[in-house]
C-alpha cells in the first residue's frame, strides 16, 4: 500500500525545498508530515510516539538552519523520522527497519543529512560538540551545531560530562532539550523533577515569555545588548525560581521553556539562537505521541505498537490457535518475583527498562526491592555493586548491547571485588529491526574475558529459570552473567519447578552416532534441533550438545565429545571472535586435540537490520546454515577415511 503524503509535503524532496515555503505554511506541513508518520507507521511498523512528538521541532530545525553544512545531531533516532522524511527519504519510508531497507535510526552511511549515527543513549552533546570545535580549529566559524537530545538521555553520565566541556569550549553549540517526561517508560530521578519545576512554575514562564520580546528587539538597547538581556536573564531564574538554573550553573546560555509544538514560534526563537554565540540550550517541552490521541495518553505501549488500525487504533496482534511460549523478558520478571518470595535477598535493577526487560512485574509487586535508575548503566552496575557489599543479590538487567556502556563498572567495581552481582543480559544476539547499534554480538567474548565471571546462556525458559536460581545459591556469591535472546522461546508450558544447574555443566540433546557434533550455547541451539532433524530424514545422524556455560566450560563433556567424534560444529548467536567456539578451540589447543572444527556465529563485520531469521540466514547459522555445516564437515571426515584407505 502506497501511502500518499499532503500537498506541501509531497513537494519536498530537501531541506531546501522546505524553505521556499512561506513561514505561516509550516503549520499545515507539521500536519501533514504528522500525518504522514501515522499513515506509515500504522502500515509498515517502527517507532511512533517519539517521532511525533518533535514534529514542529524538525520542521522548523531544517527551516532556520543551514543542514546538512549545519551539523544536526539526534540523540538515540526514535525521533528522526520526520527528519529522514524531510532529506530525501520520503519514497524509502516503506523500507524503514526492513531487512536491506532504511535504518531506523539516523546513519552516516545513509545520508549526509544524518551527521552522526546513533542507536544508544546520551552521545549527542558530546558528538555536536566534537564537531564544533573541529570547526573554529578549522575556521568555519558560521557553522552551526545543534544537538537535539530528550530529557530521559539527559539523566546519562554522558550528557552531563559533554556539557560540562561544552561550557568550558565556548564553541558554536545549540543544546535543545526536548523535555516529554519519557524515554520509553516514564523518566525517574531529580533531573526530571527539576524539569517538571521549571515547566509549571506560571510566574517563571509568565516573565519568560516578557523576555522573549525583549530579546525580539535587541537593537534597542545599544550597542551591548546581549550583555545586559543575560543580566535580566539571570536574576530572573535565581530569583523566581529560588535557585540557581543547573544549566546556567555549567556555563550554558539556558533558554525556555518553550512550547515545542508552535512550529512559528520555534522558527522566531531559533533564528534568535543562529545570532547568540557560545554554548547555549534551548529548553523545548513536548508531548510524546502528540496528535494521536491514543498515543499521548498511553505513552510507553505507542513507543513502537507494531502494526495498527489508524482509526480505530486497534494494535493487530496475531491469534494463535494453541499455546503459545512466552517471551524471555517475560520469564524473566516472573521468575524476579517467585525468587524474591522465596529469598529477601533478591533485588532488581534497571537502567530505564522496566517494561522492555519485564522488571515492571517485580517493581509493581515489590516497589521497594526493584529499582529504576535511570538511563545510566554505568551507575546501574556500580549501584548494584553497592548492594552486593552489604549481602544483597542485586539482578542487574540490562541489554547485552547497553551493557558495553558499563564495562569498565563490570570489571573494576564488581568482578575485581568477587561481588555477587547477577547480570541478565536482555536482547543478546540479533535485536532484529532495530540493527547493529542494538545487536547483542558481543557479551560472550567480553564478559568471558573477566575473572571470577560465570558466562552462561539457556537453551530455553526452564534454563534461564534454573539459571536465575543456581545464581542466588551462597556457592555462586560472584558474578554471574545470563544471556538470553529478543522474543520468544520455545516452551508454552514453562512454569516449572526451579532447579539447580552445577555451574560449568552442559547437558546432552542428541547422542549422535555419526561422526559430526554439533555444540550449541543458548537460544540458537533450538535451530540446531531443527538441523540435526533435517539431517536425519537424509541418513545422518548427528550428535547435539547444549554447553550451557561458555565460562567455565565443561570439561568433562569436551573430553567425551572430542573422544568420540571426528569433527564439530559450533553455533552461537555472538562474535566469532573470542566467542564460545573460540573457548571451545583453545581447550582443544591446550589438551592436543586436532579435530576439524566449523565455528559459526556472527561474523566480523557490522551485520545490518532485518528480522532475526534473516540475519541468521544471512551468517549461516540458522536451520539450513547449521545443517550445511555438518554436512561439510561429514564430506572432510569421508575425504579423510577415503585417503587413508588409498594410502594403506
Same mark, same amino acid.
Given at each position: 500500500?502506497?501511502v500518499e503524503p499532503g500537498p506541501l509535503l509531497a513537494a519536498i524532496d530537501s531541506p531546501a525545498d522546505l524553505k521556499e515555503l512561506r513561514e505561516d505554511q509550516l503549520v499545515q506541513l507539521s500536519q501533514e508530515l504528522r500525518q504522514f508518520i501515522v499513515d506509515s507507521v500504522s502500515i509498515y511498523g517502527g517507532h511512533f510516539g517519539a517521532s511525533l512528538g518533535v514534529?514542529?521541532?524538525?520542521?522548523?530545525?531544517?527551516?532556520?538552519? $543551514?543542514?546538512?553544512?549545519?551539523?544536526?545531531?539526534?540523540?538515540?533516532?526514535?525521533?528522526?523520522?520526520?527528519?529522514?522524511?524531510?532529506?530525501?527519504?520520503?519514497?524509502?519510508?516503506?523500507? $524503514?527497519?526492513?531487512?536491506?531497507?532504511?535504518?531506523?535510526?539516523?546513519?552516516?552511511?545513509?545520508?549526509?543529512?544524518?551527521?552522526?549515527?546513533?542507536?544508544?543513549?546520551?552521545?549527542?552533546?558530546?558528538?555536536?560538540?566534537?564537531?564544533?570545535?573541529?570547526?573554529?580549529?578549522?575556521?568555519?566559524?558560521?557553522?552551526?551545531?545543534?544537538?537535539?537530545?530528550?530529557?530521559?538521555?539527559?539523566?546519562?553520565?554522558?550528557?552531563?560530562?559533554?556539557?560540562?566541556?561544552?561550557?568550558?569550549?565556548?564553541?558554536?553549540?545549540?543544546?535543545?532539550?526536548?523535555?516529554?517526561?519519557?524515554? #520509553?517508560?516514564?523518566?525517574?530521578?531529580?533531573?526530571?523533577?527539576?524539569?517538571?519545576?521549571?515547566?509549571?512554575?506560571?510566574?517563571?514562564?509568565?516573565?519568560?515569555?516578557?523576555?522573549? $520580546?525583549?530579546?525580539?528587539?535587541?537593537?534597542?538597547?545599544?550597542?551591548?545588548?546581549?550583555?545586559?538581556?543575560?543580566?535580566?536573564?539571570?536574576?530572573?531564574?535565581?530569583?523566581?525560581?529560588?535557585?540557581?538554573?543547573?544549566?546556567? !550553573?555549567?556555563?550554558?546560555?539556558?533558554?525556555?521553556?518553550?512550547?515545542?509544538?508552535?512550529?512559528?514560534?520555534?522558527?522566531?526563537?531559533?533564528?534568535?539562537?543562529?545570532? #547568540?554565540?557560545?554554548?547555549?540550550?534551548?529548553?523545548?517541552?513536548?508531548?510524546?505521541?502528540?496528535?494521536?490521541?491514543?498515543?499521548?495518553?498511553?505513552?510507553?505501549?505507542?513507543?513502537?505498537?507494531?502494526?495498527?488500525?489508524?482509526?480505530?487504533?486497534?494494535?493487530?496482534?496475531?491469534?494463535?490457535?494453541?499455546?503459545?511460549?512466552?517471551?524471555?523478558?517475560?520469564?524473566?520478571?516472573?521468575?524476579?518475583?517467585?525468587?524474591?518470595?522465596?529469598?529477601?535477598?533478591?533485588?532488581?535493577?534497571?537502567?530505564?527498562?522496566?517494561?522492555?526487560?519485564?522488571?515492571? #512485574?517485580?517493581?509493581?509487586?515489590?516497589?521497594?526491592?526493584?529499582?529504576?535508575?535511570?538511563?545510566?548503566?554505568?551507575?546501574?552496575?556500580?549501584?548494584?555493586?553497592?548492594?552486593?557489599?552489604?549481602?544483597?543479590?542485586?539482578?542487574?538487567?540490562?541489554?547485552?548491547?547497553?551493557?558495553q556502556r558499563a564495562y569498565d563498572q563490570v570489571v573494576h567495581d564488581v568482578a575485581l571485588q568477587d561481588l555477587h552481582v547477577v547480570f541478565c543480559l536482555d536482547r543478546a544476539g540479533f535485536a532484529g529491526a532495530d540493527g547493529p547499534t542494538h545487536h547483542g554480538a558481543y557479551d560472550l567474548a567480553y564478559m568471558r574475558s573477566i575473572p571470577n565471571m560465570v558466562v552462561?546462556?539457556?537453551?530455553?525458559?526452564?534454563?534461564?529459570?534454573?539459571?536465575?536460581?543456581?545464581?542466588?545459591?551462597?556457592? $555462586?556469591?560472584?558474578?554471574?552473567?545470563?544471556?538470553?535472546?529478543?522474543?520468544?522461546?520455545?516452551?508454552?508450558?514453562?512454569?516449572?519447578?526451579?532447579?539447580?544447574?552445577?555451574?560449568?555443566?552442559?547437558?546432552?540433546?542428541?547422542?549422535?552416532?555419526?561422526?559430526?557434533?554439533?555444540?550449541?550455547?543458548?537460544?540458537?541451539?533450538?535451530?540446531?534441533?531443527?538441523?540435526?532433524?533435517?539431517?536425519?530424514?537424509?541418513?545422518?545422524?548427528?550428535?547435539?550438545?547444549?554447553?550451557?556455560?561458555?565460562?567455565?566450560?565443561?570439561?568433562?563433556?569436551?573430553?567425551?565429545?572430542?573422544?568420540?567424534?571426528?569433527?564439530?560444529?559450533?553455533?552461537?548467536?555472538?562474535?566469532?571472535?573470542?566467542?564460545?567456539? !573460540?573457548?571451545?578451540?583453545?581447550?582443544?589447543?591446550?589438551?592436543?586435540?586436532?579435530?576439524?572444527?566449523?565455528?559459526?556465529?556472527?561474523?566480523?563485520?557490522?551485520?545490518?537490520?532485518?528480522?532475526?531469521?534473516?540475519?541468521?540466514?544471512?551468517?549461516?547459522?540458522?536451520?539450513?546454515? #547449521?545443517?550445511?555445516?555438518?554436512?561439510?564437515?561429514?564430506?572432510?571426515?569421508?575425504?579423510?577415511?577415503?585417503?587413508?584407505?588409498?594410502?594403506?
Amino acid at each position: 500500500m502506497i501511502v500518499e503524503p499532503g500537498p506541501l509535503l509531497a513537494a519536498i524532496d530537501s531541506p531546501a525545498d522546505l524553505k521556499e515555503l512561506r513561514e505561516d505554511q509550516l503549520v499545515q506541513l507539521s500536519q501533514e508530515l504528522r500525518q504522514f508518520i501515522v499513515d506509515s507507521v500504522s502500515i509498515y511498523g517502527g517507532h511512533f510516539g517519539a517521532s511525533l512528538g518533535v514534529v514542529e521541532l524538525t520542521v522548523a530545525l531544517h527551516y532556520v538552519f $543551514n543542514t546538512p553544512y549545519d551539523q544536526l545531531v539526534w540523540d538515540v533516532g526514535h525521533q528522526a523520522y520526520g527528519h529522514k522524511i524531510l532529506t530525501g527519504r520520503r519514497a524509502q519510508f516503506p523500507t $524503514n527497519r526492513k531487512y536491506g531497507g532504511m535504518s531506523g535510526f539516523p546513519k552516516r552511511k545513509e545520508s549526509e543529512y544524518d551527521a552522526f549515527g546513533v542507536g544508544h543513549s546520551s552521545t549527542s552533546i558530546g558528538a555536536a560538540l566534537g564537531m564544533a570545535v573541529a570547526s573554529d580549529y578549522k575556521k568555519e566559524f558560521d557553522r552551526q551545531h545543534i544537538a537535539v537530545i530528550g530529557d530521559g538521555a539527559m539523566t546519562a553520565g554522558m550528557a552531563f560530562e559533554a556539557l560540562n566541556h561544552a561550557g568550558v569550549a565556548n564553541t558554536n553549540l545549540l543544546v535543545i532539550l526536548n523535555d516529554n517526561c519519557m524515554s #520509553i517508560d516514564p523518566n525517574v530521578g531529580a533531573l526530571k523533577e527539576y524539569l517538571t519545576d521549571i515547566t509549571t512554575s506560571r510566574t517563571y514562564n509568565r516573565v519568560r515569555d516578557e523576555l522573549w $520580546n525583549v530579546l525580539g528587539k535587541l537593537s534597542k538597547f545599544g550597542p551591548n545588548p546581549q550583555q545586559i538581556a543575560r543580566k535580566v536573564e539571570q536574576a530572573m531564574k535565581a530569583t523566581l525560581m529560588k535557585q540557581s538554573n543547573l544549566f546556567e !550553573a555549567l556555563n550554558l546560555r539556558y533558554f525556555g521553556p518553550v512550547d515545542g509544538h508552535d512550529v512559528q514560534h520555534l522558527v522566531s526563537i531559533l533564528n534568535d539562537l543562529k545570532s #547568540i554565540p557560545g554554548p547555549k540550550l534551548l529548553h523545548c517541552v513536548t508531548v510524546k505521541g502528540k496528535g494521536y490521541a491514543l498515543a499521548e495518553k498511553d505513552q510507553t505501549l505507542w513507543h513502537a505498537p507494531g502494526l495498527f488500525d489508524k482509526i480505530t487504533g486497534e494494535i493487530y496482534k496475531k491469534v494463535p490457535d494453541k499455546p503459545q511460549p512466552p517471551k524471555y523478558q517475560d520469564v524473566f520478571g516472573h521468575t524476579m518475583v517467585e525468587l524474591a518470595e522465596q529469598n529477601d535477598k533478591v533485588m532488581g535493577v534497571t537502567p530505564a527498562m522496566p517494561s522492555g526487560c519485564s522488571l515492571n #512485574i517485580m517493581m509493581a509487586a515489590m516497589p521497594e526491592r526493584a529499582f529504576d535508575v535511570g538511563i545510566a548503566e554505568q551507575h546501574a552496575v556500580t549501584f548494584s555493586a553497592g548492594l552486593a557489599t552489604q549481602g544483597m543479590i542485586p539482578f542487574c538487567n540490562i541489554y547485552s548491547s547497553f551493557m558495553q556502556r558499563a564495562y569498565d563498572q563490570v570489571v573494576h567495581d564488581v568482578a575485581l571485588q568477587d561481588l555477587h552481582v547477577v547480570f541478565c543480559l536482555d536482547r543478546a544476539g540479533f535485536a532484529g529491526a532495530d540493527g547493529p547499534t542494538h545487536h547483542g554480538a558481543y557479551d560472550l567474548a567480553y564478559m568471558r574475558s573477566i575473572p571470577n565471571m560465570v558466562v552462561s546462556a539457556p537453551m530455553n525458559e526452564e534454563e534461564l529459570r534454573n539459571l536465575m536460581y543456581t545464581a542466588t545459591l551462597p556457592e $555462586n556469591a560472584g558474578p554471574f552473567s545470563i544471556r538470553y535472546p529478543r522474543g520468544e522461546g520455545v516452551m508454552p508450558e514453562w512454569r516449572k519447578p526451579l532447579q539447580r544447574i552445577a555451574v560449568g555443566t552442559g547437558r546432552t540433546v542428541r547422542e549422535g552416532s555419526g561422526d559430526v557434533a554439533i555444540l550449541s550455547i543458548g537460544h540458537i541451539g533450538n535451530y540446531a534441533v531443527k538441523a540435526t532433524q533435517l539431517l536425519e530424514a537424509e541418513g545422518l545422524d548427528t550428535g547435539h550438545y547444549d554447553l550451557r556455560f561458555c565460562k567455565p566450560l565443561d570439561e568433562e563433556l569436551l573430553h567425551q565429545v572430542l573422544r568420540r567424534y571426528k569433527a564439530l560444529v559450533t553455533v552461537e548467536d555472538g562474535c566469532l571472535q573470542g566467542g564460545c567456539g !573460540a573457548a571451545v578451540l583453545e581447550f582443544m589447543a591446550d589438551h592436543g586435540y586436532s579435530l576439524p572444527v566449523k565455528r559459526l556465529g556472527i561474523p566480523d563485520r557490522v551485520v545490518e537490520h532485518g528480522s532475526q531469521d534473516e540475519l541468521y540466514k544471512e551468517c549461516g547459522f540458522d536451520a539450513a546454515g #547449521i545443517a550445511q555445516a555438518v554436512r561439510e564437515q561429514a564430506a572432510k571426515v569421508t575425504a579423510a577415511k577415503t585417503e587413508k584407505l588409498t594410502l594403506r
